[in-house]
């Protein structure tokens, strides 16, 4: 036991670790993305409003942008998502990633461009950039158990719903404890690691046996709660004036549309 | 040895650590006191560079401890040598197939002999009296002897600091008053031991000095562990009793 009372004299060899900041940075990530979510109502007024709005509003925009092969009403609902877009969200990721993935839908549609197809591919190229700028708003903008919630209104059954729910539950506990795993990892590893992949595969292993039973005592305690199998989910999606703003916005699209879409 | 100058944490604008300062010198034993939600677990992973102060410094044994002297490989395995962390949910840090495995993972890494390695393992697991489970898979221990297996995994790398995130959550009284003794002797013997608990009642006379942290996340008390326990006004007020 004496090696424990004295410093021992060591002096660290050079191994490649990094891939152990990576992956915790992914899970811290993941992380990081759902609490957010979960945080985004108390953030602002607007987005406290009816999740059920935003969804409408994204799937009647993106319908209505791929009926619609008219240019002006395609530029036109892009500027309007465009402001919403700046008015409702801080930061500008949305329309980043909507101008990277316009742009590479434009570098794909040169050759069609070339051959004389310009309107055509300009009207691709915005519909791109509309529907990328939708999803991201509602993305960005709702937690994910509200989006999953308002598949009930499209009558998806409840069980289903439920198990969505519980999914994005258990990727977040899971990938908390993967979080936290790798960083003992990263902490225990003071040297050379000449097993690194059986250590990754360990740990794999471990948050399988870990979901497994954390899923069977969620089924333990739903069966003591009085689960027979059946799951009725009550929504509580109230009218405010937030939700007007959609509203409207909806209406705008639609008359957008008949007006000069068709 | 640890130096902690005006450090602040900060995350999505809210702040976990304001404002603190703390000197720890070698061979020290302190207790970080607090209420749930005071900054305790925050901190102490800043002590193990897990996460990074948003403004301050951190100092370890008169090098500073920043994100980019973290990215060195080497310096960064030397740090984290000697600095052991004990995690509040042992779960999370046991990932080997055995429980001599899991305890051998730092000195093999060490590069040490297998001689050197299994008198390593024996040594920890009698100090930890854990023989009977070493060849155990860790995943199916209880709570106890998970966080047992945990104390020896740390130990086997010989750390100068153990940070200790809640021992003796959801452990029996009798695993308590082990811990306590070994908390101890760890100390008696030169270790530097830094231990986040709300346990007083199995803590007595462990730690000198005790840290306490306000639901503000600032330090509002740094003093002798026996004054401060003995205040319960103070712990009262504070809402740590």
Known sequence: MDWLFKEDDYVPVKDNSRYLGKNIFI?????????NGVNLRQSNSILSANPLMRFILLISTIILLSLSTKVTFVLLTDVLIVFTVLAIVKNNHILKAAFTFASFTLIMLIPSILNGNKLNAII????????????????STTPWNDIIKVLKFFLVPDIFIFVLENTLRFIYLLSNISFETLCALKLRSIGKNNKKYTNMSSIIGNMFLKSKNMSEEMYYAMECRGFTGEYEIKTRFHFSIADLLFATLIVVVFIFYFTMGR | MIEINNITFEYNGLKAIDNISIKIEKGESIAIIGPNGSGKSTFLKILNALIFPSSGDYIFNGEKITPSSMN?????KKFHKKIGFVFQNSDSQLFCSSVYDEIAFGPRQ??????????????????????????????????????????????????EVIVLDEPMNGLDPRTKRFFRELLIKLNQSGKTVICATHDFEYVKDVF????????????????????????????????II
């Open chain 2, 110 to 159: 060490m590069g040490l002999s297998e001689i050197d390695v299994k008198r390593r393992c024996e040594d920890c697991l009698r100090l930890l009296n854990i023989e009977d489970l070493k060849d155990r898979v860790p995943f199916n221990l209880s709570g106890g002897e998970k966080k047992r297996v945990a104390i020896a995994c740390v130990l086997s790398s010989n750390p």
């Open chain 2, 208 to 239: 000198k000095r005790a840290i306490v942290f306000s639901k503000n996340h600032r330090i509002i008390r740094d003093d002798h562990y026996d004054k401060v326990i003995n205040d319960s006004v103070f712990l009262f007020e504070n809402n």
């Open chain 2, 72 to 76: 060195n490989q080497i310096f960064s």
């Open chain 1, 124 to 139: 691709i190229v915005l519909k791109v950039f509309g529907d990328i700028c939708s999803v991201s708003i509602l993305t």
């Open chain 1, 27 to 35: 899970f811290s990530e993941i992380i990081s993305k759902i609490i």
